[in-house]
């Protein structure tokens, strides 16, 4: 059935900012079905409050609405576009969500709208755990025995059918959210009652404990004609247990007869079939009983999902984009398959090498988090590695996690194989690397198995790779033979170095000397069938190599590897920025990463696609491949964030080009004594610091500059170890805390800042071609310095900010990048504290706000960044029109105000008794994503910003107050307006007291630690009878009870102040969502309203 | 590990090392690209005096059982993997691959560039080819291209005999007996008799010289031709039986070399195709619903039909619809008669290894058989 003619507009749901479970997927998602419904002349309308992204750049729709996605909002846009359908299948369970909302608020009936991509029926079938059973059930596949329970009597009825182990889902939570195993009643009441409250619906599914089963995933396609195609399975080598996200998975599956294979299709397809899934893709998981096979239907999603991209990237097979085209009314054997372009996309593809996904984990931003893998999602992001082989793509997947002790190594090792054994009982991170140690070390693949329950295949390959690396290291000279038996199995340059007592480079040289080099195969969905017309490759060691030479001007992008807290999408939205403008200035653009989330590692975002580590060593490989023809023009350090800049004194030490600024610059803004002369050459400020490598040195420094001082360690990004210290005792501690992960050391120093209270911080983000500085923008912290800017909200233009100041700042950033030498872009951190202007730190490189920027004011950064690298002036870019006239210095009166919010994950993490970390914000930056809100004032744009980021501001209800005694003064006045306006205050006794004083009504509640019979705080912010909660930490006496209160707040998913700061910015937001409904308006639009401001 | 040679008829040399049984082996080369059933595509007839190699990368994760035994030995002429496994993993498994190779004598090789193989085959189309292992690896690579170019080639090759049964048998059918159907044996699968015992047929399997009075001794309700290796060119035969068999309006089915034999019967062509269709991801589509299915294909010959989609038998049979026709490169999958009670496919239906969509084509055979008791009944 060709295109559906009735269909002439499509309003996009995208899937809002990045938390644990829902990351860029859904940018890859849907960015490229953003692409597709344009392609096929329909017009797009999106919404997305996500700013960070590459679908809500103004190219990709036909209208961009960076707005909350909520129900209120998408029906303002539903009036203003009127959009013949909507289609919310690539958007996460938020767009999900959003779209079941729409339909039961009569939304989507009431404007004529219709749900294409999934069906309500469809949506409900797969997402409603009693549904989907007896759907299971009739498909004539086996479910796990279960019980649904609504209140906690009927889950503590359960234990007698069920029995311990016990797992509890919550229903319509994304991501595992709210997931567990309970083991006693002590755990089935502490899991099944946040799941209660997780849950939309206030349901859990109760089931029959299948941990240590192997779990295997399909992802499907369905189209209006019943035809159906599986796209790829997916084995977790990790058994069921941990959730697939946090699993190590491979495919295809590797421990599967075709009878079995078969057996697990026939079951998808007859789900898909019956949940009605007939214009786009779903995923099933199942869970194998390792000892008789018999098959369990773990869950299905009715859309496009985290899995989907991994197994869009490990065949070639665009599901997401192929989805949008069977959204739209055509059938899988209409649509041809890109990458052959002669064969169609109704054939399922068959893979000849192997992909191995791994979780990237942020465990270490929060210490007091419980590291146990369960079926909640905790991993922040991933890495995926292509090879001929298992081993070979493990071993590449590991390395590509760029995270110290990850890969497989045969060091010292201060455990016995007993001990690593026990310790391998547990899944954690890292798992892997311990069971190779147990190996290593003598433990037998049996004592493994019973202990890990991992597949033994999967067991053996890791005997496989220590006996490789016996031959290695016991080989009487390290040869042609040796060295090829290493790369067969994954070992990198660095592994062979450190068997065989050498350094890297010297393993290099070898290596190269005896003409070993990587070939480049080609991922072509066809196992060589056919030939491939899309060069997206990956390298190993073999005959043949598939790099086909071309004659032109190349340019390499290397990008920022897999998310992690602090590196996160911001930085692919740089990398696919440049790749697209270097190719519309005519180069070849070559991209490498690693990341399988991304668009980035999109095969049509380049001219050619390495899916390959970001280590020197696979770098230079690709840059040697490619240096086999053509020019290459140089390398693109500066977009991909700490990862890709870490190469480029490596890559400078080889030879190869680095384009922009020069490595010796971007080391001139990271050691402290050459910056701070840069500093005082330009008359510029810097707080009183000092470098140290030892805590000695660092004790030193904090005497003679004064506490409270702030402390971080060079060349890290997202503030990692960064912490504002306030006497002796805690720079001790401090030392102790840090010292396991080798963060300080000679090369690498802890700076040391005198901390400056009650200032406000501002960044900067500039381009800089040698000559002439160009402001993208100047952002406003709302919170004060200290709270690391990531995780901090900022305003764009600044609120509070006079012409003179922000003329003074940009002074200040011309000096510094001059000073620099910086060719490309910028970023500078400033306070202002007494009307001082200070420095805080300068990074030569693409920053997380560079999409912000590019969002709020319409001036695409990181394109012209990228073409100031290659020679362009700024003068040449603004003639030629990839630049406004007018700098991000130039915002006309009357513009509209962009907020920018973080959204931490702070839900996802337990303490190990099953209790919230704390969700205090600090210099070390903990969010995973953020959201922009942006209308013509700045309270409704911060209100925005809220509801965007999940806790909208009530327009009635309870407050709570209670301030440091430092904040005391503070609170007052915002306090008496909230009154004013209509809030019910409570207040713990110390502040009712001088709100009282200040004749403001207040009830006073008890402490949670204070003994008494009526509730305290915590038990009403648990009966969810508290609706905002001000909070900000104090003394160590009122610790624990600030505690309690902000990880009773995370459980209730209430809005939470914990900075005066914060509180005083959003009074004017409470005033206006009380006014009414927000305005829409979309990015084009506002893009004409400045256009005519500036006249 | 000891060294072994992959070397075409080309000149081309692929270095591995010895896998299964050491030694040497001849024949024609050919890639088969599914990522599972393996032990299946071992056990099937129809790659009889073909090398293959497999695209998957690790063989052997799975071992082998006795359960997915498509015929009674492994027939593939030699072996080509790129990872063979060294363990085995699954609780079904008996015994191990490297194993049931030695058993049946099945000389491979391991640890080649088989994605350098298989892109050099597809250019060039398949060809012949040996492995060598052993003393013999270390002959002068002319002699063993020499030797390579000396072997018989697919193309004029005859080979029913060699996998055919040797005397007739009979299978009962599953539960109440629907019909009875002769078979014809030119390299059939277990799961073939299988999906038509599971439908109430009982099969009387026989050899493949056997004609037509004998195939229709016992009155079948249909015949059957199965799939098979060699050149359908070569079996006369088995095609002047075939026409005997269609002018008594027997109610026919053919699967793979049968369905060159029907096509053969009914007047077209065969040809060889340059590096045929050896995978299970093989979209196919059906022309009587327009629907798609995702299929099992081994084959290196196809059936040659021009004109349209629906022409008339040269040989006089009325009129042939091609029913079914590959996506990936228009290739004749399936042909139906309009006038006599006869169809055919070229892929695999029975899967055995592959996706079960195209299962219905047996309830195609008991709809065609009960159509035409009703005709008779008439």
């Known amino acids: 059935m060709p295109k559906r003619s009735d269909i002439k507009s499509v309003l996009v749901i995208g899937s809002g900012p990045i938390v644990i479970g829902q990351a860029c997927e859904f940018d890859y998602s849907g960015t490229q079905a953003c692409r597709v419904l344009r392609e096929e002349g329909i017009r797009v309308i999106l919404v997305n409050s996500n700013p960070a992204t590459i679908m809500t750049d103004p190219d990709f729709a036909d209208a961009t609405y960076v707005e909350p996605i909520t129900p209120e909002i998408i029906e303002s846009i539903i009036i203003k576009e009127k959009p013949d359908a909507i289609l919310p299948t690539l958007g996460g369970q938020t767009a999900l969500n959003a779209a079941m909302s729409l339909h039961e608020l009569g939304i989507l009936d009431k404007y004529n709208v219709e749900l294409i991509g999934a069906k309500v029926d469809a949506i409900k079938k797969g997402e409603d755990r009693q549904i989907f059973k007896q759907l299971v059930l009739d498909a004539g596949a086996d479910v796990a025995r279960s019980v649904i329970a609504h209140t906690m009597d009927e889950v503590i009825a359960a234990v007698d059918v069920l029995g311990y182990p016990m797992v509890v889902r919550p229903s319509f939570t994304m991501g595992g959210l709210g997931s567990g195993f309970a083991y006693n009643e002590e755990d089935l009441r502490r899991i099944a009652g946040a799941g209660l409250q997780a849950s939309p619906t206030t349901e859990v599914l109760l089931e029959e404990s299948i941990l240590g089963w192997k779990e295997y995933e399909l992802e499907l396609m369905r189209d209006t004609a019943d035809n159906t195609v599986v796209v790829c399975s997916i084995e977790n080598v990790d058994p069921v247990g941990v959730h697939t996200g946090d699993s190590i998975t491979v495919a295809p599956a590797l421990t599967l007869t075709d009878r079995e294979f078969q057996n697990l299709r026939d079951i998808g397809i007859r789900i898909i079939r019956d949940v009605g899934v007939d214009t786009g893709g779903c995923n099933i998981q199942f869970a194998v009983d390792p000892s008789d096979g018999r098959v369990i239907v773990i869950e299905m999603n009715p859309r496009v999902s985290r899995s989907s991209a991994l197994a869009s990237k490990a065949t070639g097979f665009p599901i997401a984009k192929i989805a949008a085209k069977l959204a739209i009314g055509y059938t899988l054997d209409e649509i041809p398959n890109d990458i052959t372009r002669v064969t169609p996309a109704s054939f399922e593809p068959t893979l000849d090498y192997i992909v191995v996904k791994v979780p990237r984990f942020a465990f270490e931003k929060f210490p007091a988090a419980d590291a146990t893998l369960t079926t909640t999602m905790k991993s922040v992001g991933e890495a995926m590695a292509i090879g001929r082989n298992y081993s070979q793509a493990l071993q590449k997947a590991l390395r590509s996690l760029e995270k110290k002790g990850s890969s497989f190594h045969w060091g010292e090792q201060t455990k016995s194989a007993a001990e690593l054994v026990e310790i391998s009982k547990v899944p954690t991170d890292g798992r892997i690397v311990t069971v190779q140690q147990a190996l290593r070390l003598g433990a037998t693949p049996e004592q493994v198995f019973e202990a890990t329950k991992i597949d033994p295949w999967f067991i053996d390959q890791i005997v496989l790779i220590n006996e490789v690396a016996e031959t290695i290291q016991s080989a009487p000279e390290l040869n042609d033979e040796v060295i090829k038996l290493g790369k067969e199995h994954g070992f990198s340059d660095a592994q062979l170095a450190s068997l065989r007592s050498l350094s890297e480079s010297d393993v290099r040289a070898i290596r190269h000397s005896l003409g070993l080099r990587p070939v480049y195969k080609t991922v072509d969905t066809c196992a060589g069938e056919f030939p491939a017309l899309t060069p997206y490759h990956y390298s190993t060691y073999e005959q043949e190599t598939e790099v086909i030479p071309s004659d032109r001007r190349k340019v390499v992008i290397l990008g920022s590897g897999p998310n992690r807290i602090g590196q996160g999408v911001e930085f692919d939205y740089s990398c696919v920025h440049a790749s697209f403008a270097l190719s519309d200035a005519g180069f070849e653009t070559i991209m490498i990463n690693c990341n399988p989330e991304t668009v980035s590692t999109d095969y049509d975002t380049s001219d050619r696609l390495y899916f390959e580590p970001l280590t020197l060593e696979d770098v230079l490989e690709v840059i040697h491949a490619e240096s086999q023809s053509g020019e290459l023009v140089g390398v693109v350090v500066q977009l991909g964030g700490q990862t890709a800049l870490g190469l480029a004194k490596g890559l400078k030490e080889a030879g190869i080009p680095i384009l922009g600024t020069s490595p010796e610059a971007i080391d001139l803004a990271e050691e402290r004594g050459l910056f701070s002369e840069i500093l005082d050459n330009a008359g510029l400020l810097a707080p009183a610091n000092g470098i140290a490598i030892n805590l000695a040195e660092a004790t030193e420094i904090a005497g003679r500059i004064g506490y409270p001082v702030l402390v971080r360690p060079s060349f890290v990004l997202g503030g990692r170890g960064m912490e504002i210290v306030y006497d002796q005792h805690s720079l001790v501690d401090y030392f102790d805390r840090i010292a396991e992960y080798g963060l300080i050391g000679p090369g690498y120093p802890l700076l040391v800042d005198r901390f400056l209270d009650a200032a406000i911080e501002i960044d900067i983000d500039a381009l800089y071609d040698g000559h002439e500085l160009y402001v993208g923008g100047v952002m406003e912290h709302i919170e004060e310095a200290g709270i690391h800017s990531g995780d901090s909200s900022c305003t764009l233009p600044p609120i509070t900010l006079s012409a003179g100041q922000i003329e003074r700042v940009r002074k200040a950033t011309e000096e510094i990048a001059k000073g620099i030498g910086v060719r490309g872009l910028i970023n500078v951190q400033f306070a202002i504290a007494s009307d001082v202007l200070y420095v805080l730190e300068a990074n030569p490189r693409a920053s997380r706000t560079v999409p912000f920027v590019s969002k709020a004011l319409g001036i695409t950064l990181a394109k012209a960044a990228s073409l100031v690298m290659v020679g362009r002036t700024i003068r040449e870019l603004v003639a030629g029109g990839h630049l406004p006239p007018a700098d991000g210095t130039h915002i006309p009166a009357g513009s509209a105000i962009a907020v920018k919010e973080a959204v931490l994950p702070f839900k996802r993490f337990a303490t190990k008794d099953g209790r919230f970390v704390d969700s205090l914000l600090g210099p070390e930056m903990r969010s995973t994503g953020e959201v922009m809100g942006m209308d013509v004032d700045f309270p409704t744009a911060f209100a925005k910003s809220q509801a965007a980021a999940g806790t909208s501001l009530p327009t009635s209800g309870t407050i709570f107050i209670s301030v440091a005694d430092r904040d005391k003064p503070q609170v007052i006045l915002p306090v008496r307006r909230l009154q004013q306006l209509g809030y019910r205050i409570l207040a713990t006794e110390g502040t009712a007291a001088i709100l009282e004083r200040h004749g403001i009504a207040v009830e006073s509640v008890r402490k949670h630690s204070s003994p008494g019979e009526q509730p305290s705080i915590v038990d009403l912010i648990n009966d969810g009878k508290v609706d905002v909660i001000v909070n900000t930490p104090s003394g160590s006496s009122a610790r624990k009870d600030g505690y309690e209160i902000r990880a009773a707040t995370t459980a209730a998913d209430k809005a939470i102040f914990t900075t005066i700061a914060q509180l005083s910015a959003a009074i004017g937001s409470f005033e206006k969502v009380i006014d009414g409904p927000f305005e829409v308006r979309s990015l084009q639009q506002h893009a004409l309203d400045r256009a005519a401001k500036l006249g | ?378």
């Open chain 2, 1 to 378: 590990m000891s060294k072994a040679l992959l070397v075409l008829e080309d000149g081309k040399v692929f270095t591995g090392y010895s896998y299964g049984s050491e030694g040497q082996t001849l024949g024609e080369v050919v890639f088969c690209t599914g990522m599972t059933g393996y032990q299946e595509t071992l056990t099937d007839p129809s790659y009889a005096g073909q090398i293959v190699v497999q695209t998957a990368p690790h063989i052997g994760n799975t071992g082998v059982n006795s359960r997915d035994e498509e015929s009674s030995k492994v027939w593939v002429a030699g072996y080509v993997v790129r990872d063979a496994s060294r363990i085995v993993s699954n609780f079904r498994s008996e015994d191990s691959l490297d194993n049931e190779l030695v058993k049946y004598g099945v000389v491979g090789i391991r640890g080649l560039d088989t994605r350098a193989l298989t892109r050099h085959l597809r250019d060039r189309g398949v060809m012949r080819g040996g492995v060598f292992s052993g003393e013999k690896a270390n002959a002068p690579v002319e002699e063993l291209v020499a030797e390579v170019q000396s072997a018989k080639k697919m193309q004029g090759l005859s080979l029913s005999d060699v996998v055919s049964t040797a005397a007739k048998y009979v299978v009962a059918a599953e539960g109440a007996e629907f019909g009875k159907v002769a078979i014809l044996d030119l390299g059939i699968k277990a799961s073939t008799i299988e999906n038509m015992t599971a439908r109430g047929l009982e099969v009387h399997v026989y050899p493949a010289t056997s004609n037509a009075a004998t195939l229709l001794e016992t009155n079948p309700d249909a015949v059957f031709y199965s799939n098979g290796p060699g050149d359908p060119e070569t079996a006369a035969t088995q095609v002047e039986t075939l026409q005997e068999i269609l002018k008594t309006k027997t109610p026919f089915f053919g699967i793979c070399f049968g369905n060159q034999l029907l096509g053969r019967a009914l007047g077209f062509e065969t040809y060889k195709l340059a590096f045929g269709h050896r995978g299970i991801n093989q979209p196919v589509l059906d022309r009587r619903t327009g629907k798609v299915e995702v299929t099992a294909h081994n084959h290196g010959f196809a059936v040659k039909v021009e004109g349209g989609p629906e022409v008339d038998s040269p040989a006089g049979f009325g009129r042939v619809k091609v029913s079914h026709v590959s996506l990936n490169d228009d290739v004749v999958e399936g042909l139906e008669c309009v006038d006599i009670p006869a169809y055919s496919v070229q892929y695999h239906p029975e899967a055995a290894a592959g996706p079960h969509d195209s299962n219905y084509l047996f309830d195609r055979l008991i709809e065609l058989i009960s159509n035409n008791r009703k005709a008779a009944n008439a």
